[in-house]
């Protein structure tokens, strides 16, 4: 099975040695999203709110480049630097996936800079044909 790496224009260069998506067969795989503009700068800072949306955001961008939407994501691996913003960061979580949400899990962990708040990696489905 060949792998498609997934680095739609309009998105930050990776930080480290990693594609921003990949798919493989009928599954898409989208690497950990933080909120970074395409020059790599911060979005909202402070705001988890701003951040998660901006992170959702990317994420369909990836999902797209490799044929699914946010509706076919099967499981999302969520972390915030800090729990105090679990609540901000699901309010517009639900609002993208609060419908048919996917399975997830949610922890607390450092993030690679102090002024990212939350990251998102998902794993989507493509529907068979």
């Known amino acids: 099975m060949s792998i ?11 930080i480290a040695p ?7 067969g009928n599954t898409v ?5 933080l909120a ?10 402070g705001d988890a709110r701003a951040q998660t949306r ?3 955001q990317t994420i369909e961008k990836i999902l797209h480049a490799g ?7 099967a499981f999302n691996t969520v972390i915030v630097k800090d729990m105090a913003d679990y609540a901000a960061v699901n309010e517009i979580y639900r609002e993208y996936f609060g419908k048919n949400p996917p399975a997830r899990y949610c922890i607390a962990a450092k993030l690679v ?6 990251e998102i990696a998902s794993i989507a ?5």
């Open 4 to 14: 498609e790496l997934l680095n739609p224009p309009g998105l930050p260069a990776p």
């Open 18 to 24: 990693y594609s921003s998506g990949t798919k493989a």
């Open 29 to 33: 795989y989208v690497s950990g999203v």
């Open 36 to 45: 970074l503009d395409e020059a790599g700068k911060t979005v909202g800072v």
């Open 54 to 56: 901006h992170v959702i």
């Open 67 to 73: 044929g699914v939407s946010l509706s076919d994501v």
């Open 113 to 118: 800079r102090d002024d990212l708040l939350v």
């Open 125 to 129: 489905h493509v529907a068979a044909t």
